[in-house]
Nanobody, 119 residues
Framework: QVQLDESGGGLVQAGGSLRLSCAAS????????MAWFRQAPGKEREFVAS????????YYEDSVKGRFTLSRDGSKKTVYLRMDSLKPEDTAVYYC????????????WGQGTQVTVSS
């Protein structure tokens, strides 16, 4: 079983920055993938960014490229999502997710952390 513990959400003005953290605990494998998704009110959950633990490959959703930066601390099994130049449309509940291999679905999810960007 895997547990994901998120932190770092909050309220920020447009143009500001926040950093989200997600720490994984429990059983994981060397090929797991960690990701961030977000869900705005009335919208479906969408992919934001992901990182492969085996090779460090990172993917970003187009609207966050150049503004969000995903990084990791391998010793802590923690990923960080640095969000700069935030826009009101970034307002959402952000969820950390993990899948055990690149070809499996995201089976493990955090509780979500609210990010609100005021204009």
């Amino acid at each position: 079983q895997v547990q994901l513990d998120e932190s770092g959400g909050g309220l920020v003005q447009a143009g500001g920055s926040l950093r989200l953290s997600c720490a994984a605990s429990g059983r994981t494998f060397s090929s797991y993938v960690m990701a961030w998704f977000r869900q705005a009110p009335g919208k479906e959950r969408e992919f934001v960014a992901s990182i492969s633990w085996s090779n460090g490959r990172i993917y970003y959703e187009d609207s966050v490229k150049g503004r969000f930066t995903l990084s990791r601390d391998g010793s802590k099994k923690t990923v960080y999502l640095r969000m700069d130049s935030l826009k009101p449309e970034d307002t959402a509940v952000y969820y950390c997710a993990l899948k055990l291999t690149a070809s499996t679905p995201y089976d493990y999810w955090g509780q979500g952390t609210q990010v609100t960007v005021s204009s």
